[in-house]
């Protein structure tokens, strides 16, 4: 198995940039997830999505987050504009069954930079 | 907004038994505890899950009073490749089971 996959692992650019992040999740799972990491406010769930339908997106900080999954097996994370503030290690994590009930698979992550 | 509350960190040494406890008031009935570790550059990695009473793996055992309001993650033996950040990952019963990470405990084996 080859676990979750995110591109890229990091990514430095300039603010005011379009940023977009991708994950494939583990193949079958039905639930993706997409946290931020910062030293400030640790793991923050940003958005789930549930057979490809978005669930909860009230951990998307603004209006400049979105995310998609178009199908099964590709998510993106889009920041446009990017800020500084945006700097932090993205994770993409996917289970088979939403909550504490089933472990969640974490990908190794982004490391986004803002300059 | 329904919290669950960790030490920030924690220090041992090698061969000894770690706690790690983790407060959780709001848990929502049907949801599990989960403990997850994480190592810098990587994601956060699945160690244990438990609903009640106390389970045991090949790496740690979990052990949930019956007020399940707390859990206590234990580490036999600990080894210097222990040293990690620990999270406690369980639904918020506030908000329909959306899952709150803890604020990690930093554990540090020493030799």
């Known amino acids: 198995d080859a676990g979750v996959i995110q591109s890229p692992r990091h990514e430095v650019t300039e603010m005011g940039q379009e940023v977009t992040l991708r994950c494939k999740p583990i193949?079958?799972?039905?639930?993706l997830f997409w946290y931020r990491q910062t030293m400030m406010r640790g793991l923050e769930l940003l958005i789930y999505?549930?057979?490809?339908?978005?669930?909860?997106d009230s951990g998307m900080p603004e209006d400049r987050f979105s995310a998609k999954m178009p199908n099964a097996s590709f998510s993106t994370l889009k920041i446009q504009p990017s800020e500084p503030r945006d700097s932090a290690v993205y994770f993409c994590?996917?289970?088979?069954?939403?909550?504490?009930?089933?472990?969640?698979?974490f990908g190794d992550g982004t490391r986004l930079s803002i300059l | 907004l329904a919290k669950t509350t960790q030490p920030i960190s924690m220090d041992s040494y090698e061969g000894q038994e770690v706690n790690i406890t983790c407060s959780h008031n709001n848990i929502a009935t049907n949801d599990y505890i989960t403990w997850y570790q994480q190592f810098p550059s990587q994601g956060p990695r699945f160690i244990i899950q438990g609903y009640k009473t106390k389970v045991t793996n090949e790496v740690a055992s979990l052990f949930i009073p019956a007020d399940r309001k707390s859990s206590t993650l234990s580490l036999p033996r600990v080894s210097l490749s222990d040293t990690a950040v620990y999270y406690c990952?369980?639904?918020?019963?506030?908000?329909?089971?959306?899952?709150?990470f803890g604020q990690g405990t930093e554990l540090s084996v020493k030799p």
């Open positions: 990952l369980v639904g918020d019963g506030n908000q329909g089971g959306k899952l709150i």
């Open positions: 193949s079958g799972h039905d639930y």
């Open positions: 994590a996917s289970s088979l069954l939403q909550g504490g009930n089933q472990p969640q698979h």
């Open positions: 999505f549930n057979n490809n339908v978005p669930i909860d």
